[in-house]
T-cell receptor, first 112, second 115 residues
Framework: GAGVSQSPSNKVTEKGKDVELRCDPI?????LYWYRQRLGQGLEFLIY????????KSGLPSDRFSAERTGESVSTLTIQRTQQEDSAVYLC??????????FGPGTRLTVT | KQEVTQIPAALSVPEGENLVLNCSFT??????LQWFRQDPGKGLTSLLL?????REQTSGRLNASLDKSSGRSTLYIAASQPGDSATYLC??????????????FGRGTQLTVWP
């Protein structure tokens, strides 16, 4: 069956531009998570959705980062006024309630 | 705050060896623990999930154990193969509470199995 998909797979943007990253979770998965992995570092949690609400936004690094989820399916992570330190692989995961988390292939963001 | 540590950071072994990767966590109040593998430039593939009430899980040549009281998990890989070369990540999910949902990850063990 279909897994978690993310688009685009790669994004190169100029410093100061806004970017939108998309995640399509596994159908029926109520929970959705965003993480990021900067080069040579571990995975950092960004935000967690349960349905359409976000009970945990504690990992968003600044107010330039925001995310939304509509219809208990697709989620969009938006980064405004991108900075070079935002360069990373952004990973999305989904799960059925409290069970195993399944990850997408990630979006590699490069800010020049 | 939960902290997850993985030892060793890197491991290089000849094909056929049995391996043990270690993971430790500071807060024993976990809901479950998950082992992943990550290939270069790729996302994470879930290998095993152990619930807090379980002591171990097995899948093929992989066996993961959990000792919640001591804050430790091990991933045992039997008869390693070059295709096992990847970074192995350990992640814990906190017990139900205000931070329900998120995983806390270790930095990973980079495994190289040479022919």
């Amino acid at each position: 069956g279909a897994g978690v998909s993310q688009s685009p797979s790669n994004k190169v943007t100029e410093k100061g531009k806004d970017v939108e990253l998309r995640c399509d979770p596994i159908s029926g998965h109520t929970a959705l998570y965003w993480y990021r992995q900067r080069l040579g570092q571990g995975l950092e949690f960004l935000i967690y959705f349960q349905g359409n609400s976000a009970p945990d936004k504690s990992g968003l690094p600044s107010d330039r980062f925001s995310a939304e989820r509509t219809g208990e399916s697709v989620s969009t992570l938006t980064i405004q006024r991108t900075q070079q330190e935002d360069s990373a692989v952004y990973l999305c995961a989904s799960s059925l309630d409290d069970s195993e988390q399944y990850f997408g292939p990630g979006t590699r963001l490069t800010v020049t | 705050k939960q902290e997850v540590t993985q030892i060793p950071a890197a491991l290089s072994v000849p094909e056929g060896e049995n391996l043990v990767l270690n993971c430790s966590f500071t807060d024993s109040a976990i809901y479950n623990l998950q082992w992943f593998r990550q290939d270069p430039g790729k996302g994470l593939t879930s290998l095993l999930l152990i619930q807090s009430s379980q002591r171990e899980q097995t899948s093929g040549r992989l066996n993961a154990s959990l000792d919640k009281s001591s804050g430790r998990s091990t991933l045992y890989i039997a008869a390693s193969q070059p295709g096992d070369s990847a970074t192995y990540l350990c992640a814990v999910r906190p017990h139900r509470g205000s931070t329900l949902g998120r995983l806390y990850f270790g930095r990973g063990t980079q495994l190289t199995v040479w022919p």
